[in-house]
């Protein structure tokens, strides 16, 4: 193999949010399976995430609990999906999903969610002044990303969900209270 050589084109990649509608109840309710959770397994998972989180298949193991919260977002992701790729007739289901407990000082470091096609997060509980989800961020690219200098900084708000495509970085920086997600990552199902 000879050299390979890197080029880039520059496109513009969507962030898409919503606020989920009855988000009130579902966080309450989402907040008491997160307790039954902890008390069955109140170690923390290891990764990107320097807080305490859950199994990355947690919406297995608490099945049936969390079965209408996924397929509420597996709807909201493929109803993105159909308007993003709109000559693929494709659907989508969630890989893995995790809740993510974060006290004041915790954050993640920057990463992505690739080879998944989709990432979320919907955000339960947050502080009064949330840090933001920062996208892209200039000073943490390489060379041979070769990713534009844009970056998007994203202030969570409680009942928001946000979908976008998991190869874009992303990453937390220390938060001041807690700051209580569930975050998921989806992949093709099949492809008609």
């Known amino acids: 193999m000879g ?20 988000h009130e109840e579902i966080n309450v309710y989402l907040k008491a399976v997160l307790e039954e959770y902890k008390e069955k397994y109140p170690e923390s998972n290891e990764s ?8 990355w298949k947690t919406h297995e193991i608490m099945s049936p609990h969390l079965d209408n919260f996924v397929k509420s977002v597996t709807d909201a992701v493929n109803f993105v999906a159909q308007g993003y790729f709109p000559k693929c007739n494709a659907e989508w289901v969630c890989k893995n999903m995790w809740f993510a407990d974060y006290k004041e000082g915790d954050y993640t470091v920057p990463h992505d ?19 933001s ?32 495509p998991s190869n874009l970085m992303h990453e937390v920086p220390p938060v001041k209270g807690r700051r209580l997600v569930i975050s998921a990552n989806f992949d093709l199902l099949r492809h008609a």
């Open 3 to 22: 050299q390979i050589n890197t080029h880039h084109v520059r496109k513009y990649l969507p962030i898409f949010d919503t606020i989920v509608d009855g």
């Open 48 to 55: 990107n995430v320097k807080a305490w989180h859950s199994q």
């Open 113 to 131: 969610h690739w080879p998944s096609a989709f990432a979320i997060s919907y955000y339960v509980e947050l502080d009064d002044n949330p840090s």
């Open 133 to 164: 989800v920062v996208f892209e961020r200039k000073e943490k690219r390489d060379e041979f990303t070769g990713a534009f200098d844009q970056e998007l900084c994203l202030k969570p708000q409680v009942g928001q969900l946000l979908i976008w």
